[in-house]
């Protein structure tokens, strides 16, 4: 197909009550993998933007210049509607299936019917503005959508749709700081006392090495080095199918007690080998899963033993307390976030540590005695000392 090689557009000036530049202008598009020629209009902006038809026409000439490069070549274009169905198709089966499921519940739910017969190129940053500001669900959902929408536009990116960001200066909405459960040593001490058979095994490897749920229903007997009291966190099971663990720090060995090692020797003398080769399975040898586990077994024993667990929380309660209990005891950062298979130590710091720092306490216990108003007389002395202490 012959293009132009130069083209100048045509500008107009449109409108009553508002007056808006309109640019037209030919372009060659790919569509379905076929070459077009299309006939494309463009709002530059209104009267206010550009006073007099020169300045519009020095924006005309920068929005031109690309396709007037000797070396421009056309692009593919699509509705978000039929790029979403081809990244759904092409991309989301490389993805884990709980990602994927996730990803496509905010196409069905959100992005396509919102976007649906938009094009690609013709979405920027106002317009997935607007579509946040039309979504009613909780800000964690909101963030959740827009991540599926940028990997999306990487794509899009990536294959030569789009060239623009579509997020610049995207404004999210606000997630609320909320309290995380944890249990305590002794309600742990409690849940393993009263538990039986291999649940005892499950929660006292949970309560000591904070596994994952997935992880540790992807146990197998070879991940166990009884020997050497390791635990190595190989796969991990979702929805009674393995996966590999949740990221690359995910994988990784775990340190266990003398104790659990030896309970784990004589669980493993006692244990019914499965095709897979499982820790924990079923008897017709498929892998625990969690959330049976936690409506069978564990919220019932938690009912017996008088232990309240906020709604949401369940095994993970665990994995709270063995971070929590790793900051009590000093124990260094790196190791709690390798322990705990974090890619980031700040989520090991700022969700999963519920501990108050002892330097903390004995900060407030000084500063308590110096504005006790019962307490002895009030000494700058005092309070310089404290400052001192702590600032330096």
Same mark, same amino acid.
């Given at each position: 197909?012959?293009?132009?090689?130069?083209?100048?557009?045509?500008?107009?000036?449109?409108?009553?009550?508002?007056?808006?530049?309109?640019?037209?202008?030919?372009?060659?598009?790919?569509?379905?993998?076929?070459?077009?020629?299309?006939?494309?209009?463009?709002?530059?902006?209104?009267?206010?933007?550009?006073?007099?038809?020169?300045?519009?026409?020095?924006?005309?000439?920068?929005?031109?210049?690309?396709?007037?490069?000797?070396?421009?070549?056309?692009?593919?274009?699509?509705?978000?509607?039929?790029?979403?169905?081809?990244?759904?198709?092409?991309?989301?089966?490389?993805?884990?299936?709980?990602?994927?499921?996730?990803?496509?519940?905010?196409?069905?739910?959100?992005?396509?019917?919102?976007?649906?017969?938009?094009?690609?190129?013709?979405?920027?940053?106002?317009?997935?503005?607007?579509?946040?500001?039309?979504?009613?669900?909780?800000?964690?959902?909101?963030?959740?959508?827009?991540?599926?929408?940028?990997?999306?536009?990487?794509?899009?990116?990536?294959?030569?749709?789009?060239?623009?960001?579509?997020?610049?200066?995207?404004?999210?909405?606000?997630?609320?700081?909320?309290?995380?459960?944890?249990?305590?040593?002794?309600?742990?001490?409690?849940?393993?006392?009263?538990?039986?058979?291999?649940?005892?095994? @499950?929660?006292?490897? /949970?309560?000591?090495?904070?596994? !994952?749920? +997935?992880?540790?229903?992807?146990? %197998?007997?070879?991940? #166990?080095?009884?020997?050497?009291?390791?635990?190595?966190?190989?796969?991990?099971?979702?929805?009674?199918?393995?996966?590999?663990?949740?990221?690359?720090?995910?994988?990784?060995?775990?340190?266990?007690?003398?104790?659990?090692?030896?309970?784990?020797?004589?669980?493993?003398?006692?244990?019914?080998?499965?095709?897979?080769?499982?820790?924990?399975?079923?008897?017709?040898?498929?892998?625990?899963?969690?959330?049976?586990?936690?409506?069978?077994?564990?919220?019932?024993?938690?009912?017996?033993?008088?232990?309240?667990?906020?709604?949401?929380?369940?095994?993970?309660? @665990?994995?709270?307390? /063995?971070?929590?209990?790793?900051? !009590?005891? +000093?124990?260094?950062?790196?190791? %709690?976030?390798?322990? #705990?298979?974090?890619?980031?130590?700040?989520?090991?710091?700022?969700?999963?540590?519920?501990?108050?720092?002892?330097?903390?306490?004995?900060?407030?216990?000084?500063?308590?005695?110096?504005?006790?108003?019962?307490?002895?007389?009030?000494?700058?002395?005092?309070?310089?000392?404290?400052?001192?202490?702590?600032?330096?």
């Amino acid at each position: 197909m012959a293009r132009y090689r130069f083209q100048a557009g045509s500008l107009s000036l449109r409108g009553k009550r508002r007056k808006i530049w309109v640019l037209r202008f030919r372009d060659d598009v790919i569509e379905d993998g076929q070459v077009r020629r299309i006939r494309r209009s463009v709002v530059l902006g209104a009267l206010t933007d550009f006073p007099t038809r020169k300045l519009a026409l020095r924006e005309v000439e920068i929005r031109l210049s690309q396709i007037n490069r000797a070396d421009y070549r056309p692009k593919p274009v699509a509705t978000f509607e039929n790029f979403a169905a081809r990244w759904k198709s092409k991309i989301l089966p490389n993805w884990k299936g709980a990602s994927a499921i996730n990803a496509r519940s905010h196409l069905s739910r959100y992005l396509v019917p919102f976007f649906g017969k938009t094009q690609l190129r013709d979405i920027g940053p106002e317009l997935v503005q607007q579509f946040l500001s039309s979504l009613t669900v909780s800000a964690k959902t909101v963030r959740n959508v827009v991540m599926t929408l940028r990997s999306l536009w990487r794509t899009a990116k990536a294959w030569g749709y789009v060239s623009h960001n579509a997020f610049d200066g995207l404004v999210l909405p606000h997630i609320g700081r909320r309290e995380r459960f944890f249990f305590s040593l002794q309600e742990i001490q409690k849940i393993l006392r009263a538990a039986e058979g291999p649940y005892r095994t @499950f929660y006292w490897l /949970v309560g000591e090495t904070g596994l !994952r749920s +997935g992880e540790l229903c992807g146990l %197998r007997v070879d991940d #166990l080095d009884v020997e050497n009291r390791l635990v190595r966190v190989r796969q991990s099971v979702w929805r009674g199918k393995s996966q590999s663990p949740k990221s690359e720090k995910a994988v990784r060995e775990a340190a266990i007690s003398p104790d659990l090692a030896n309970h784990l020797a004589a669980y493993v003398r006692t244990w019914r080998p499965n095709e897979r080769r499982l820790l924990f399975a079923t008897r017709n040898g498929t892998p625990w899963l969690a959330d049976m586990v936690l409506k069978r077994h564990f919220r019932p024993l938690l009912k017996r033993l008088g232990i309240a667990v906020p709604k949401g929380n369940g095994l993970h309660a @665990f994995r709270h307390a /063995v971070a929590t209990e790793m900051d !009590r005891r +000093g124990v260094p950062l790196a190791v %709690r976030t390798r322990r #705990l298979g974090h890619s980031d130590a700040r989520l090991t710091l700022d969700t999963y540590t519920h501990a108050v720092s002892e330097d903390e306490r004995h900060f407030v216990e000084e500063l308590g005695r110096i504005l006790d108003p019962n307490g002895p007389k009030f000494e700058e002395k005092a309070v310089a000392q404290v400052q001192n202490k702590f600032v330096n």
